[in-house]
């Protein structure tokens, strides 16, 4: 069986018991950094056989551990924070042990675009998730089809391009579009700025940007 362990996005009081007993349960925990989830383990308590898996080498070894799961080994699956294959390695696998027989659960648990969605006071009734942008080619192709998309979208960033982002929102879709940003989600930290793309734009210019980022762009009322 094939378990994916939601992880902490910072709190770790969002560890929950059932991921704690996944781990505890597992012959192996397959890790995207086995320092950072061994660090997570060793904080609670956790001794855990970890085997690291991501997105450099999961082509690699997933046949060798689709193999070992179909042979009877039990497995977990944890990204560094949040949800496994919610823009994290993670897809490639389960789709693999699905096609293989071997089962696969998810457990529920900490993932940043939900919060972020949450707060932003933006209809959420349905959304899109597009996790990150394109860093080139495709990116504007992917700006303009977000500047007509009515409902919600819900966008990863990483700090240093994060008032990029904002001043392509206020080109394509316009300086008024109806913008959320939370970062440091669950932290010490934690900041959600609301407003439109021009206003959230002025205050991460006059506040440089640090953390992570989830960006929650209202849709077009066209």
Do not use: W
């Amino acid at each position: 069986m094939l378990t994916v362990v939601p992880t902490p996005i910072g709190n770790l009081g969002d560890f929950t018991p059932r991921a704690v007993e996944a781990i505890e349960a597992a012959d192996v925990v397959l890790a995207e950094d086995t320092r950072t989830t061994g660090s997570l383990l060793r904080l609670k308590g956790i001794e855990a056989r970890l085997r690291a898996f991501h997105a450099h080498n999961e082509h690699k070894v997933l046949e060798q551990v689709v193999a070992d799961l179909s042979a009877g080994v039990n497995a977990c699956l944890c990204s560094d924070a949040g949800t496994p294959a919610i823009s994290d390695p993670g897809f490639l696998l389960v789709r693999a042990c699905i096609a293989a027989g071997v089962e696969v659960q998810c457990l529920p648990g900490a993932t940043a675009f939900v919060p972020a969605l949450v707060v932003s006071g933006l209809p959420c009734d349905r959304f899109v998730f597009e996790g990150f942008l394109p860093h080139k080619k495709g990116r504007q192709t992917r700006l303009k089809a977000l500047a007509v998309e009515p409902r919600t979208t819900v966008l990863y960033e990483s700090p240093h391009r994060m008032v990029k982002l904002l001043s392509e929102l206020v080109e394509h879709c316009g300086a008024d579009r109806a913008v959320s940003v939370s970062r440091e989600l669950s932290k010490k930290f934690e900041e959600t700025v609301r407003g439109t793309a021009a206003s959230v734009k002025a205050h991460f210019e006059a506040q440089p940007p640090k953390g992570e980022f989830v960006v929650v762009v209202g849709g077009s009322e066209d």
